[in-house]
T-cell receptor, first 113, second 115 residues
Framework: EAGVTQFPSHSVIEKGQTVTLRCDPI?????LYWYRRVMGKEIKFLLH????????ESGMPNNRFLAERTGGTYSTLKVQPAELEDSGVYFC???????????FGQGTRLTVV | AQSVTQPDIHITVSEGASLELRCNYS??????LFWYVQSPGQGLQLLLK??????LVQGIKGFEAEFKRSQSSFNLRKPSVHWSDAAEYFC?????????????FGAGTRLAVHP
């Protein structure tokens, strides 16, 4: 069974550009989470989907970030326009029920120059 | 507010030596505690987790962790480190009451292993 898959693995963009990160959860997992690690700091929660609904988006840093999960399958996280401080590693995770059983993807390393 | 502190940013040990990575948490109720590892080029992998019961938890790859409520700690240990254990280790706590189905992570400890 495939795990959580994230695309791309690396992305380098210029400040002001738009980037879209994608996460494919494990099949059958209704819960999908986005986390981010910036500048070697702690991994921080961004948001949580249950199917296609945003259950908790308290960690989204500002309105330049837009997350979607159309159809309750894969999810995208768009950053528009990207700023230098958005650089970091973005992790996606999925679980059937609780986050205590979540599986994480390999992350997308975003570099904004 | 809930938080996780990993006091050591970097640790270097010799192969075959014992290892202890520290983790302290701040949480009002009985916590669920986790240790994750991120090896180079890999995603976050769960090493072990504590929910209740025996305070000494065994995990994968020969790791164990001990929950000490009085010290608000959940330190990770391994009796003999292998070169392949070089990675970054994250302690986490969660989820939380009120339907907040999320984890709070520490800043990580990067482990280097000398041959």
């Amino acid at each position: 069974e495939a795990g959580v898959t994230q695309f791309p693995s690396h992305s380098v963009i210029e400040k002001g550009q738009t980037v879209t990160l994608r996460c494919d959860p494990i099949s059958g997992h209704d819960n999908l989470y986005w986390y981010r690690r910036v500048m070697g700091k702690e991994i921080k929660f961004l948001l949580h989907f249950v199917k296609e609904s945003k259950q908790d988006e308290s960690g989204m840093p500002n309105n330049r970030f837009l997350a979607e999960r159309t159809g309750g399958t894969y999810s995208t996280l768009k950053v528009q326009p990207a700023e230098l401080e958005d650089s970091g590693v973005y992790f996606c995770a999925s679980s059937q029920v609780r986050v205590t059983e979540a599986f994480f993807g390999q992350g997308t390393r975003l570099t904004v120059v | 507010a809930q938080s996780v502190t990993q006091p050591d940013i970097h640790i270097t040990v010799s192969e075959g030596a014992s290892l202890e990575l520290r983790c302290n948490y701040s949480y009002g109720a009985t916590p669920y505690l986790f240790w994750y590892v991120q090896s180079p080029g890999q995603g976050l992998q769960l090493l072990l987790k504590y929910f209740s019961g025996d305070t000494l938890v065994q995990g994968i790859k020969g790791f164990e962790a001990e929950f000490k409520r009085s010290q608000s700690s959940f330190n990770l240990r391994k009796p003999s480190v292998h070169w392949s254990d070089a990675a970054e280790y994250f302690c986490a706590v969660g989820p939380f009451s009120g339907g907040y189905n999320k984890l709070i992570f520490g800043a990580g400890t990067r482990l280097a292993v000398h041959p």
